[in-house]
């Protein structure tokens, strides 16, 4: 997979050199450039933003480094890159939308500061690309690089061959729309506290079992909305029963 990233502050997306996502670009897996947005600006300040029009606080960025910047990176390929554009007014980011991006062959992240990018900017790419605005959750940050750097730690474990046990994908939280049980290691006993039992019983069965019960409780108590989005055909009569 292909990644450009285009920011104020390069430097802000250096953690994508370490871990698995580190490995993921060396290993080529990833070929991922960060880019200067203030190298498409022409003047003595490289100036990116301005006051909004129709007035209000803060700065809008300006339409003009945008424009060449895209116009470098999606130089008219086919098929074009998708475009994510990192937003407290986008789309929220979830597990199935990271799959989405896991398919894709290119991705440009535009990080806007400020008040955000001049609509124009994602307009105008909107007729040669695919442009989503993607929000991490319902609070406002500074700017987008820190959702680059989520939304990229989540697809990059879903490419093929980044995580070593393709199994820990089938079972971790939100891969059936319930969040996962609790996990347990070694010692079986620890300033008092027990295992549960039925974790060392050998037993697959009654773990699986036991591990569903446990998703489900905890889901109905955190995320009540995840429950009520369940797929009834999803269940089964122990399910429904407990
Ligand atoms: N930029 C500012 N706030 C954001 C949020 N909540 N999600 C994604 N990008 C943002």
Known sequence: MRVDIVSIFPEYLAPLDLSLVGKAR?????????????????????TVD?????????MVMRPEPWGEALDALAPGELPPPRLLVPSPAGVPFTQALAYELAA???LVFACGRYEGIDQRVLDHAAARMPVTEVSLGDYVLFGGEVAVLVILEAVTRLLPGVLGNAGSLAEESHAHGLLEAPMYTKPATWRGLEVPEVLRSGDH???????R?????????????MLAALDPASLDKRDVAA
């Open 26 to 46: 060396a290993n080529g897996t990833l070929r991922m450039a960060v880019h200067d947005l203030r190298s498409w600006t022409h003047d003595v300040h490289r």
């Open 50 to 58: 301005d006051t909004p029009y129709g007035g209000g606080p803060g």
């Open 104 to 106: 894709e062959p290119h």
């Open 205 to 211: 069965g009654r773990i699986a079992r036991w591990r």
């Open 213 to 225: 019960d446990e998703a489900l409780a905890r889901t109905g108590l955190r995320r009540p909305d």
